[in-house]
């Protein structure tokens, strides 16, 4: 006989998604109580992350319940799903009856192009997250932004600020404690150029700029998202 | 024509690994230029992380090249692998050609039951990290310790430090600080719990409760392999 958890989490992956932007809050969720945490894409076969590594879908979309937190990540392969209507469907579809709807990095403009964000306060990377503004989105650059039911995290690496931030939302933050000791989540990083508010200028620049192509892109895309929802 | 990477690293993954311990510092060093980053067990089957995350090796032992950097990750997997010949003998294969021979979490105890950190200074995840003793391991109980070529990590997330002190002893720290401005790994838990150093103590004492069977089958392997090796 097969319990349902009370809290069943929702991962979408994606070709090209920056695979520790959902496998850093997955291995986080994973470990919480009464929680079912499932990775969905279009179908279960496995897609490659931004790095190669291989990701194996739980569902497809055809076939995921109904989830109580979805948890949408980015990377360069969230340029294409803004634009992808399977995509932009399925995070339609769910976002009415889950009782979160968040995102990581680049999530945010995922989210936003599905029309999730509009009004709403949100974060995303700091090389993307003037592109929110397209959208009719409130800015707001920090690591973990909490907007009602909406929860947004910075880059990649904010994806364990985040899943402490909703974990604590579902579960309590005594939970969220436990689990945040046990993962010993105690971070010292060995160098502090974590942001562009603490790293050298001349290397933020040289980042923005190693970064450009991809940022064209998707600001190209983002424009053309935006405008069609205009018109629309 | 395929050209061969400056920098190969070879990181150790197997059934009930933590996942996080090696996906987490395979997403700072997959990026870092000149590098191949493989994941490796036995065979290329898939295998399932403790979360029950998929993981699909890149390599088996038997056709992995010398590696520069060997990466060993910890989790409750760990303990069967102390005892398990074909790990060990490949651990003991590939370390001597290494130039740096590392782990994160309870990695360290299998690299300690291997016979490759007697009498190196290392860390461990903090519920786990007395029993390197027992191989003549010399503790010190902090987020990343390098001893020569032997570089640990503490818990689970403490990948992420450990990754950067590895990219920055590989390609030096101007490029370290690159990636880590990509990646965004500027931390700001929500909450101060993750050590027992600032964790409150009968919050530490309810997570040792919780991991006591998983530490007691640990303590009673490494006692153990421990005391073959005295004989042997």
Excluded at 16 to 21: A, P, Y
Excluded at 34 to 40: A, K
Excluded at 146 to 169: C, E, P, Q, W, Y
Excluded at 206 to 231: D, F, I
Aim: net charge negative.
């Amino acid at each position: 006989m097969t319990t349902e958890p009370k809290t069943r989490i929702g991962m979408l992956v994606f070709p090209m998604v920056t695979s520790l932007d959902i496998l850093g809050p997955f291995e986080v969720l994973a470990r919480a109580s009464d929680c079912r945490v499932e990775l969905v894409w279009k179908d279960r076969q496995p897609i490659k992350g931004d790095t190669g590594l291989a990701i194996t879908p739980d569902r497809g979309f055809g076939d995921a319940p109904q989830y109580d937190v979805l948890v949408v990540p980015g990377g360069p392969g969230q340029t294409p799903m803004m634009e992808d209507a399977e995509v932009i469907g399925f995070l339609r579809r769910q976002a009415p009856g889950a009782g979160f709807v968040t995102s990581i990095c680049t999530g945010s403009l995922l989210l936003a192009a599905a029309g999730l964000l509009a009004g709403r306060k949100a974060t995303c990377h700091w090389l993307s997250i003037d592109q929110l503004a397209l959208f009719g989105v409130e800015i707001v650059p920090e690591r973990v932004v909490v907007d009602g039911n909406r929860i947004t995290g910075a880059g990649v690496t904010s994806g364990l600020d985040f899943a402490f931030t909703v974990l604590a939302a579902i579960r309590g933050e005594e939970e969220a404690k436990a689990l945040q000791l046990l993962m010993e989540y105690d971070p010292a990083p060995p160098f502090q150029s974590g942001h562009p508010r603490v790293a050298a200028p001349e290397l933020t620049e040289k980042v923005r700029l190693m970064a450009r192509n991809m940022l064209e892109r998707r600001l190209e895309v983002s424009r053309r998202v935006a405008e069609a929802a205009k018109q629309g």
